[in-house]
């Protein structure tokens, strides 16, 4: 279990985050959604530990990761997926996909075939520059990279970006798998909302940094859409 208690978070004089409370449990995928603005990204970072929050407390389990910084996260099992990939495009796929060993604790070095079998494509080249891919490959060699840490938290900010909807149908069923099958905690950032509701189990909706809505999927109504995510 992931939990987010009573988060505080500022830039400067600027709340960004105003008292974010979450529980993301293990085996299902909570969606944090909300327009653009409203620190969907800023809360990402402070759990990965790329921000140190004003007040409030992040727990993994029973342990308190407030003031871990993000490798020692990284070593208790999270895992992030950035928004806009940020891949190496100099390295092969392969060696992308090293990066991602070096959060495992059993000192494993080799690429597990897990994820090739999860993303094919991702054995078929890999020995082509990351930079070489297209954007939708792109997208599943970084949450492959991150999958080669062996988390059990994966935290993804907009995956679905500018990918196109074949990729993000197997992005989906991936996700689904890891939940499924592997019991994982997954964390996405996310606002394309037919996503979240065929993949997804719970939500939460932020808005000028507090949470204004949350709950299982199906209870995800049009009102709420229109209300705190309509453009």
């Known amino acids: 279990m992931l939990t987010i208690d009573n988060l505080l978070f500022s830039y400067g004089t600027i709340g960004t985050l105003r008292g974010i409370s979450m529980q993301m449990p293990p085996g299902r995928m909570t969606c944090v959604m909300g327009r653009n603005g409203v620190g969907k990204t800023t809360l990402i970072r402070n759990i990965m530990g790329h921000l140190q ?46 990066v991602g060993l070096q ?5 494993v070095r080799s690429v597990p075939e897990e994820i090739y079998e999860l993303f094919p494509v991702l054995k078929e ?11 939708g490959q792109q997208q599943q060699l970084a949450i492959g990279r991150a ?10 900010d907009e995956p679905t970006e500018g990918i ?12 689904k798998t890891l939940v499924e099958e592997r019991n994982m905690t997954v964390v996405l950032v996310e606002q394309y909302v037919d996503f979240v509701r065929e993949f997804g189990q ?3 909706i932020m808005d000028r940094g507090r949470v204004v809505a949350d709950g299982v999927t199906q209870e995800l109504s ?7 995510l309509s453009v």
Request: without cysteine; positive net charge.
């Open 53 to 98: 929050p004003n007040a409030g407390m992040i727990r993994l389990g029973e342990t308190d990761i407030t003031e871990f910084v993000p490798h020692r996260r990284a070593r208790l099992g999270l895992a992030l997926v950035p928004q806009g990939r940020q891949i190496f495009p100099r390295l092969s796929v392969e060696e992308n996909l090293k």
């Open 103 to 107: 959060a495992r604790r059993d000192r």
């Open 147 to 156: 999958l080669a840490g062996n988390p059990s938290v994966l935290l993804l």
């Open 202 to 204: 719970n939500f939460y």
């Open 222 to 228: 049009s009102e709420l859409v229109h209300k705190h």
């Open 164 to 175: 196109q909807p074949n990729v993000i149908q197997q992005i989906g069923r991936v996700l």
């Open 125 to 135: 080249m890999g020995r082509r520059m990351g930079g070489d891919l297209s954007g």
